[in-house]
């Protein structure tokens, strides 16, 4: 017997509707270096995207989770890495930089700028569909920098509060859940908190704080009111990738490496990919 007489057999179809949720790395923020004043931006979050797609029985499909872009210690910040399923990709989030007034940089959500005495830096760009732009630094007056996007908002700016934006909710698993919250500026007496959804606080004359790890949460920004110590700034919470399918499905990982978890919802599967890439397919 043929797998599609079988399939009709027990009543599946070869062709079923998914849904997916698939989220990128977070942005690291970026340091200070020692004796100076200055505040950095918070890390913008990693793409975020969810919708449907249809999918075929014994078909291979590629899956990566995004790892979050490491904080810089004396320097700028990293990239978040992109997550993968299928034809879609998330655009990792982007980084803060070290300079004085630099400016953030685009990303699935984009980085706040940095602040410093005399300049200011902008925000970057999110990407149209997955996320928002972070926010400018503060002026000379508020050393703080800007908050990075999130899923849901754009940042603050650092004259307001640096908050990051805040991220956007799904109940893909059955439960709403926020992810992909913006990182918080960092400053030298003042911080920004990170946005909903995992994003990193800001830090106040301190390192900034990371992202959740599997919210691709951007990092918190970090700070320095002119003391010797140099500072670091926060990294970006890992990506995640999620699938909901019909429950008389299973998930096999046919090459690679990947972290997965499985739970049932209803009429439901629900599968998590928290690391790694590799090529699943669905059996019955």
Same mark, same amino acid.
Do not use: C, H
């Given at each position: 017997?043929? =797998? ?10 070869? =062709? ?5 949720? *698939?989220?990128?790395?977070?942005? %690291? ?27 075929? =029985? ?6 990566? *989770? +995004?790892? %979050?872009?490491?904080?810089? #210690? ?12 299928? /034809? *879609?990709?998330? #655009? ?28 200011? +830096?902008?925000?970057? @760009?999110?990407?149209?569909?997955? %996320? ?10 508020? =050393? ?8 849901? @908002? ?60 599997? /919210? ?36 096999? *990982? ?22 790694? #890439?590799?090529?699943?397919?669905? #059996?019955?």
């Amino acid at each position: 017997m043929s =797998i599609l007489q079988l399939l009709l057999a027990v009543g599946l179809p070869p =062709i079923f509707s998914t849904d997916y949720l *698939v989220i990128a790395g977070g942005g %690291g923020a970026g340091g200070v270096p020692a004796s100076v004043n200055r505040g950095t931006g918070g890390g913008g979050a990693g793409g975020y995207q969810t919708s449907n797609s249809t999918l075929s =029985i014994e078909t291979n499909y590629t899956v990566t *989770v +995004g790892a %979050g872009g490491p904080g810089g #210690t004396s320097a700028a910040g990293s990239q978040g890495n992109n997550s993968v399923f299928d /034809t *879609v990709t998330s #655009t990792g989030g982007g980084f803060s930089g070290l300079a004085s007034g630099e400016n953030g940089s685009s990303g699935g959500s984009g980085a706040g700028g940095n602040a410093g005495p005399v300049n200011t +830096g902008t925000g970057g @760009a999110g990407t149209s569909g997955q %996320g928002n732009a972070g926010a400018s630094g503060g002026t000379a007056s508020i =050393i703080r920098g800007g908050g990075g996007g999130g899923a849901g @908002a754009a940042g603050v700016d650092g004259d307001t509060s640096g908050n990051g934006g805040n991220g956007s909710s799904s109940s893909i698993t059955g439960t709403s859940v926020t992810r992909a919250g913006g990182g918080g500026g960092g400053g030298d007496t003042v911080r920004g908190l990170g946005g909903t959804g995992g994003g990193g606080n800001g830090s106040a004359n301190s390192d900034g704080n990371n992202g959740t790890a599997n /919210t691709g949460g951007g990092g918190g920004g970090s700070g320095n009111n002119g003391v010797a110590s140099a500072r670091t700034g926060g990294s970006g919470g890992s990506g995640i990738v999620i699938l909901r399918y019909p429950a008389g499905y299973s998930i096999s *990982v046919v090459s690679g490496s990947l972290t997965l978890s499985t739970s049932v919802d209803g009429d439901f599967k629900v599968t998590s990919f928290t690391a790694g #890439t590799g090529t699943i397919k669905f #059996t019955f």
